[in-house]
Nanobody, 128 residues
């Protein structure tokens, strides 16, 4: 059974940092393309960052060097280090996986339809 379990969300002040984690099971983590998406209240879900099986990383333009996506294969865990948080980063953050596709292009890596395994999300609230 595939499971993606996010944690690490919370309430912080603008300028502070958070690290999100996503522990996965049920598929070969090292072979998967993984990503973080977010959905702000009243808005559509959007891609934040992705990391492929070869550790190649793709970021949404709005990240602008503030976030870092990484993974620990031994722990089957995906991370998102978020620095210099802004009020507009307030959203539910979701972990997503495509366990069987490698070598995604940038549009694929940031496309919601590329992923078919999803976590339940962890909420991040940033106060100005």
């Amino acid at each position: 059974q595939v499971q993606l379990v996010e944690s690490g969300g919370g309430s912080v002040l603008a300028g502070e940092s958070l690290r999100l984690s996503c522990v996965v099971s049920g598929f070969t983590f090292s072979d998967a393309c993984m990503a973080w998406f977010r959905q702000a209240p009243g808005k559509e879900r959007e891609a934040v960052a992705a990391i492929d099986s070869d550790n190649s990383r793709t970021y949404a333009d709005f990240v602008k060097g503030r976030f870092i996506v990484s993974k620990d294969v031994a722990k089957t865990t995906l991370y998102l280090q978020m620095n210099s948080l802004k009020a507009e980063d307030t959203a539910m953050y979701y972990c997503a996986a495509n366990p069987s596709y490698r070598g995604m292009t940038r549009p694929q890596a940031l496309g919601e339809s590329s992923y078919y395994e999803w976590g339940q999300g962890t909420m991040v609230t940033v106060s100005a």
